[in-house]
């Protein structure tokens, strides 16, 4: 990374394999010992731009920066901003260069970071742009998974839930594809599947995956089960929500099902889609992976800062 013009993070796909080991291996030493990067980012400030709520996203960059030793600034929702003004993104791009060193944005349109980024003269990393990526969950993904399986590759991953409009899901498939030996099973109602340009992808990698309605019918074979929320706020009628949105509810009976060493990862924010007495389960792992996800943020802001 680096060199002499400015790096982004918009899709998952910009990092390189290698550069994501990096960003992993640097985490993970970030992780045994916080207390040796307290200092790496003094005086440098990163501007959160939320153009939609969120709590952990938003919280997890500034916490990052913080125990970088950095400040933050910024917004959390779009009428605290000057896109109620009518602002265009591009813009406050422009501006906010001029007050921080990077800038970490969530808006509900795809693409929104793509055109900050091509106006902006510091790193912009994409917290979520609509239904599209969300990268920084996939390196929190990433980074739990090598964590906790010790191993990226030769896995079996069930994704459940909201495969369609998830974007987490969309990008953690294109990650994962790019390891040796991975298989999928994409579990979820019909009209929740994976669009078809994922779809389409897979098939042109020749990357194994099933879909499949029933959790019960796969869970048995999972290495890693990723649950996923049904995207309430990307629905056309709140009919279909209601409808669809207990499609899976994760239990202790579908936990018996499951191996002993699966572990179970969710996003977050968690609405029905995990019982609260999987919690106690040592193979529920999602609280875990919050932690893993203000560590990789942490790496990935020196390395797009190019402090480390
Ligand atoms: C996810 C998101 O924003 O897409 N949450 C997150 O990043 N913590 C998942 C979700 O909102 O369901």
Redesign the pocket.
């Known amino acids: 990374m680096g060199g002499m013009n400015v790096r982004h993070l918009i899709s998952p796909m910009d990092l390189s394999v290698s550069e994501v080991d990096e960003l992993l291996d640097l985490a993970g030493q970030i992780a045994a010992d916080p207390k040796a990067f307290a200092h790496k980012c003094t005086g440098k400030k990163l501007a959160t731009l939320f153009y ?1 709520p ?4 938003r919280l997890s960059f500034e916490a990052a920066m913080l125990e970088l030793g950095g400040s933050v600034l910024g917004f959390s929702s779009s009428d605290a901003s000057s896109a109620a003004k009518g602002e265009s993104v591009s813009d406050t791009a422009r501006v906010v260069s001029c007050y921080a060193d990077i800038i970490a944005m ?1 808006h509900p349109k795809e693409g929104a970071a793509t055109v900050a980024a091509a106006r902006a003269s510091i790193p912009v990393i994409n ?2 742009d609509g239904g599209h990526h ?1 990268p ?2 996939t390196l929190t993904d990433l980074l739990t998974i090598r964590q906790l399986k010790g191993r990226l590759s030769h896995l079996t991953v069930g994704l459940c839930g ?1 495969l369609k409009f ?3 899901v969309h990008s953690l498939l294109k990650a994962m594809c790019r390891y040796e030996d991975v298989r999928f099973f994409l579990v979820s109602p019909p009209e929740l599947q994976v669009p078809s340009y994922i779809r389409e992808d897979l098939l042109a990698g020749g990357f194994p995956f099933t879909e499949v309605e029933r959790l019960e019918d796969a869970i048995g074979e999972m290495d890693v089960l990723y649950m ?2 049904v ?1 309430r706020e990307r629905f056309f009628n709140e009919e279909d929500y209601i409808r669809l949105r207990d499609s899976y509810i994760l239990d202790a009976a579908k936990m018996k099902l499951a191996r002993e060493d699966m572990i179970v990862l969710h ?3 968690r609405v029905n889609e995990i019982a609260v007495e999987v919690d106690d389960d040592p193979r529920a792992c999602y609280f875990q992976q919050v932690l893993f ?1 203000k560590y990789i943020r942490m790496a990935l802001i020196l390395k797009l800062l190019e402090v480390v």
Request: glycine share 14%; proline share 9%; aromatic share 0%.
């Open positions: 939609e969120s709590t952990r996203t969530r917290a979520g969300h920084t969950q909201d998830g974007r987490t996923t929320r995207q996003p977050l924010p996800g």
